[in-house]
């Protein structure tokens, strides 16, 4: 079984490889390997989930070395159960991703680059899951991070340049103080693995194990976007294409959130900073809320819901109990499916209006039913409404709040509450404006242009037609000249239909199905959370699993 | 463990350095900010392998007297990952100039016609307060509503020129990869959006 540990890095890395061998001429090869290889991980994960769940967790000691000198990869509960949300989700985002380029007249691809950075920033994902060092982690880290600079300047339009130049730089500068943390832990511990420093970084002096505890929180609160450092959110993500934009907000913060869970319970078990991450929290929240509320743009207005709704599996972390951190890991779990489908859903909604500008759209609960239940369910799912797993999350962590009862859970507990109305009020507008209210006059129609490659008319010395404007700057990525744009996830016209394509509903639909399934599950799902919190809680069978007994 | 002031000092200089480059808005700085703070970093992590010591082999060399390899070997991984980050930078600091004519990050569009619609709101209704609640206007007053209202047209509309100038991206992508003369596209956006009133402290 521990020979499994490394393959969901390790297939995706491989597939990129054959990916960009053959890509550009077998273009249908290029999408049955990258669907393939991602079932194949998901199956995976669901398995080292199990093992790891059934018998304590799993490590692998890459190239055989001893355990503190080699790379070591570990998988215990909560790496099983978040390589199994993040894998199911990236499957549902490739397929509707391949429907949106498939629907489409063929058209060529510059270099067919949208499949090999998926598979990269899957298996960096993956890596950093599994990584049972500071190295491998950061590594893991930098995986991801290039893979996402390209996806995200996909085509390179103005809006995305500008937008990529500002996450490039944030990613930068977190990924410059993870090493100096890294630097300062080896220079105090001597190690760099996990499991030898749960032992020693709590012999060192309070003032250095704060200094490396600070710096860690502050890479990964960058990553994770908490709200002093969550400015570089909502700037960027929303250019990317839609199913870009769908699986950042689903994994890359939550992979900070990870990474905070993973750090306070084995390195820095003593919650010293639970009054900061807590603080922290409560302002993500209520503030993040506040910024969706006046936002006008839908994928705008779930960039803040999401810098909103990571102060909820903060605030499980702050808090630092068991039945927090069962809460926060159910959360997140909870979280990166409900948040992809959004922006999953707000991409289908560009699709058939032309945009996401909220002022814009209207009508939709009657021209495009099923849209309006797939936007209906997670909306509601994500505000909390009690049957769904929302309600679950919160409600679990509401209760561990309470049983803290210090001043600022109760203030965080009613800060959540805060929230999750002020989320509910949101997604009411959201539904209000584009589902229920009539269309607004000069809604765009059936086949305008979204954002393009055209190779046809390629006509440099078209002097006058470049000058003239279509006055109508709202749709994305259009030409002054009306001429279309070299932005596209697969070299194809993505043009407005009615008949939305079916590959990207079912995909959408599958999301929302995966979140409902949260809810039917809740019971074995709140028990999980429960023993995995249990297990890192206790450190001991991470600790010894990799160093032995 | 004793460390060497001659490799820490010009990692604290350099990092100093690199992070006041990194403030700036051009991308060409930030990118030589980005390198010189990374070469500074890396000299940090060696420096946490502690003293220098003979070379890291496993046969004919003392054991206790090797130079700790590890730090070695992740200054090497951040020494790779930089080139990769600062590759791509320049190139998205190409296709900035391309596309805009500068190299400069600027600010968040929908984030600024957010930020002004709330102000121009305000300003407008405090407008309105101001000259209906008084008793006839008198001809001064008028003028100067009309100003202040023109004042408040004018920035909107300079603001609105300026996102579609952000929005607006140039001609097709093997054009630019071929590297035609930026000045091709310049002709389209030529006229019409006035400069950015606030372009931040450099330039």
Not at chain 1, 91 to 119: I, K, N, W
Not at chain 1, 447 to 474: F, H, M, Q
Not at chain 2, 104 to 126: C, G, N, P, S, Y
Request: proline share 5%; net charge neutral.
């Amino acid at each position: 079984m521990n020979a499994l540990v490394p393959l969901p890095v390790l297939l995706p890395l491989c597939a990129t490889g054959l990916s960009l061998a053959f890509g550009t001429r077998l273009k249908r090869f290029q999408r049955f390997i990258s669907v393939a290889v991602l079932t194949a991980v998901l199956a995976l994960s669901v398995a080292l989930m199990i093992a790891a769940d059934r018998g304590g967790p799993l490590s692998v000691h890459l190239g055989d070395f001893a355990p503190p000198l080699g790379i070591t990869l570990v998988a215990d509960r909560l790496s099983g159960l978040m390589l199994t949300v993040s894998s199911a989700v990236t499957l549902c985002v490739l397929v509707y991703s391949l429907g949106q380029g498939m629907s489409d007249r063929d058209g060529e691809t510059p270099v067919a680059v949208f499949h090999p950075a998926y598979l990269i920033l899957v298996a960096g994902v993956s890596c950093t899951f599994l990584a049972g060092d500071l190295v491998n982690l950061y590594v893991g880290f930098e995986i991801m991070l290039v893979a996402s600079f390209v996806l995200l300047t996909l085509g390179g339009t103005g809006p995305r340049v500008r937008a990529g130049s500002t996450y490039v730089i944030i990613s930068l500068f977190s990924s410059m103080v993870f090493l100096i943390a890294i630097a300062t832990t080896y220079a105090a511990t001597g190690t760099v693995n996990f499991a030898q420093l749960a032992g020693r970084l709590g012999e060192l002096p309070l003032g250095v194990e704060t200094l490396i505890h600070v710096t860690l929180l502050t890479v990964f609160a960058v990553k994770a976007a908490v709200f002093p450092l969550a400015a570089w959110l909502p700037d960027s993500y929303p250019t990317a294409p839609a199913p870009v934009t769908a699986v950042f907000a689903g994994l890359l913060t939550k992979v900070g959130v990870y990474c905070m869970l993973r750090t306070e319970t084995l390195l820095f078990p003593g919650n010293r900073l639970g009054g900061v991450l807590l603080a922290a929290a409560l302002a993500s929240m209520v503030i993040g809320i506040l910024g969706a509320v006046a936002q006008t743009d839908l994928k705008r207005v779930f960039s803040f819901t999401l810098i909103s709704h990571i102060g909820y599996m903060v605030f499980g972390i702050g808090l630092a109990t068991r039945e927090a951190f069962g809460g926060a890991i159910v959360y997140v779990a909870h979280h990166i499916t409900v948040q992809t489908t959004l922006f999953l859903v707000a991409g289908l909604i560009e699709r058939r209006t032309g945009t996401t500008e909220l002022t814009r759209v209207g009508g939709l609960a009657k021209a495009a039913p099923l849209l309006a239940v797939l936007f209906f369910v997670p909306a509601m799912n994500l505000a909390g409404i009690p049957p769904l797993s929302g309600f679950v999350g919160k409600l679990g962590l509401m209760r561990a709040g309470v049983a803290d009862g210090g001043v600022l859970a109760w203030a965080l507990v009613a800060g959540s509450a805060l929230t999750s109305l002020l989320t509910l009020y949101v997604m009411a507008k959201v539904w209000n404006l584009a589902f229920w209210r009539a269309a607004p006059p000069g809604q765009a129609e059936d086949g305008t242009v979204l954002e393009s490659y055209d190779a046809s008319d390629d006509d440099p010395d078209s002097g006058p037609d470049r000058v003239a404007g279509t006055g109508d700057e709202g749709v994305r990525g259009h030409h002054p000249a009306g001429r279309v744009v070299a932005a596209t996830l697969h070299g194809h016209a993505v043009t407005t239909t009615t008949r939305l394509p079916r590959t990207m509903t079912a995909a959408t639909a599958a999301a929302v199905a995966l979140g409902l399934a949260f809810t039917v599950l809740a019971g074995p799902l709140t028990s999980y959370g429960d023993r995995a919190a249990a297990e890192l809680m206790a450190r001991t069978p991470y600790v010894e699993e990799v160093l032995g007994r | 463990m004793t460390v060497s002031l001659s490799l820490l000092v010009p990692a604290v200089v350099l990092c100093a350095v690199g992070g006041i480059l990194m403030l700036t808005r051009p991308l060409t700085r930030v990118l030589l900010g980005a390198v010189i703070t990374g070469n500074g970093i890396n000299l940090l992590v060696l420096t946490a392998g502690g003293s220098a010591g003979r070379e890291p082999l496993l046969y004919g060399v003392p054991l206790h007297r090797v130079t700790d390899p590890l730090p070695q070997a992740i200054a090497v991984t951040a020494i790779v990952i930089t080139l990769a980050t600062t590759a791509f930078l320049l190139a998205m600091a190409y296709r900035s100039h391309q596309l805009t004519g500068t190299d400069e990050v600027h600010d968040d569009l929908e984030d600024r016609r957010i930020a002004l619609r709330t102000e121009v709101m305000r300003q407008k209704a405090r407008l309105r307060e101001e000259f209906r609640t008084g008793s006839e206007p008198t001809r001064g007053e008028r003028v100067r509503y009309r100003d202040e209202h023109r004042r408040l047209r004018e920035k909107l509309r300079a603001d609105r020129a300026l996102q579609a100038r952000g929005r607006d991206a140039s001609g097709d992508l093997w054009h630019d990869v071929l590297g035609a003369d930026p000045e091709d596209y310049a002709d389209g956006r030529a006229g019409g959006a006035p400069e950015e009133p606030d372009r931040g402290a450099t330039g």
